[in-house]
């Protein structure tokens, strides 16, 4: 389902990243929630694909899906 979401202790200290490059999935979250669009982000990262963009969302998609939030 999202095979390229990478965990290595090594790289990035094991945080989630894109294809094991130094790309956390993070970093992608964040530039689409600050209103970028894909174009923008694949000009910030030119190693990355569009599906690398679909992935992350997707990841962090599946991480809140079952979140129990307490007001």
Same mark, same amino acid.
């Given at each position: 389902?999202? /095979? $390229? &979401? %990478?965990? /290595? #202790?090594?790289?990035?200290?094991?945080? *989630?990243?894109?294809?094991?490059?130094? &790309? #956390? @999935?993070? @970093?992608?979250?964040?530039? @689409?929630? /600050?209103?970028?669009? =894909? /174009? +923008? @982000?694949?000009? +910030? =990262? #030119?190693?990355?694909? $569009? +599906?690398?963009? $679909?992935? *992350?969302?997707?990841?962090?998609?599946?991480? %809140? $899906?079952?979140? &129990? &939030?307490?007001?």
């Amino acid at each position: 389902m999202f /095979d $390229r &979401i %990478t965990f /290595d #202790p090594k790289i990035m200290g094991g945080r *989630a990243c894109i294809r094991g490059m130094r &790309i #956390p @999935v993070s @970093v992608i979250i964040a530039h @689409v929630a /600050d209103g970028a669009s =894909f /174009d +923008e @982000v694949l000009q +910030e =990262f #030119p190693s990355l694909e $569009r +599906e690398d963009i $679909r992935q *992350a969302l997707g990841y962090a998609a599946a991480l %809140t $899906r079952d979140e &129990i &939030i307490v007001s």
